[in-house]
Antibody, heavy 115, light 106 residues
Framework: QVQLKESGPGLVQPSQTLSLTCTVSGFSLTSNSVHWVRQPPGKGLEWVGAIWSGGSTDYNSALKSRLSISRDTSKSQVFLKMNSLQTEDTAIYFC?????????WGQGVMVTVSS | DTVLTQSPALAVSPGERVSISCRAS??????MHWYQQKPGQQPKLLIY???NLASGVPARFSGSGSGTDFTLTIDPVEADDTATYFCQQSWNDPNTFGAGTKLELK
């Protein structure tokens, strides 16, 4: 069955770099797109970026200068790297599958930016 | 970016019909999708492309609309439907989400 699972550090210091991994199963990254969506505590959802089935990427313009999304298809993993983290980046980070809409989601990983 | 406006909260009694609205600041064709999120859980896809029921979702849920005005309807509402409902558009870049409508049962 289709599954996505996020992993990464729960605590990151301000100005440091966040590295998250999304490990997928039940589908191929070369045939499906994976997006990152984040949700600050008690708030709504924000699209972060995507890596498409062909390997190209798209980023939220507000985050583009700090963001990189990549993948390792042999390991069925998608990576998110975001630098210069600030407290406003504190959120649950989800990875999710889809093109126009998102049919499967990971459980999310809580990332807190604090010293 | 396309702004999606949702009413913040609704309260209904079990067995009633409820309509949750989402208004887009510009046209999104039929590329509006709806999600349910319960506390501590990931969002769950309910409706895609305005009116298509996602796999495994009860037929009590339905969607309608096109252009800028969309509606998610639950009929009849059950106690388990207590959740926050988000709309998402994918017609204009970037994808955007509404702020969510919190549905409470009386």
């Amino acid at each position: 069955q289709v599954q996505l699972k996020e992993s990464g550090p729960g605590l990151v210091q301000p100005s440091q770099t966040l590295s998250l991994t999304c490990t997928v199963s039940g589908f191929s990254l070369t045939s499906n797109s994976v997006h990152w969506v984040r949700q600050p505590p008690g708030k709504g959802l924000e699209w972060v970026g995507a890596i498409w089935s062909g390997g190209s990427t798209d980023y939220n313009s507000a985050l583009k200068s700090r963001l990189s999304i990549s993948r390792d298809t042999s390991k069925s993993q998608v990576f998110l790297k975001m630098n210069s983290l600030q407290t406003e980046d504190t959120a649950i980070y989800f990875c999710t599958r889809g093109v126009y809409y998102f049919d499967y989601w990971g459980q999310g990983v809580m990332v807190t930016v604090s010293s | 970016d396309t702004v999606l406006t949702q009413s913040p909260a609704l309260a209904v009694s079990p067995g009633e019909r409820v309509s949750i609205s989402c208004r887009a600041s510009e046209g999104v064709n039929s590329y509006m999708h709806w999600y349910q999120q319960k506390p501590g859980q990931q969002p769950k896809l309910l409706i895609y492309k305005a009116s298509n029921l996602a796999s495994g979702v009860p037929a009590r849920f339905s969607g309608s609309g096109s252009g800028t005005d969309f509606t998610l309807t639950i009929d009849p509402v059950e106690a388990d439907d207590t959740a926050t409902y988000f709309c998402q558009q994918s017609w204009n870049d970037p994808n955007t989400f509404g702020a969510g409508t919190k549905l409470e049962l009386k």
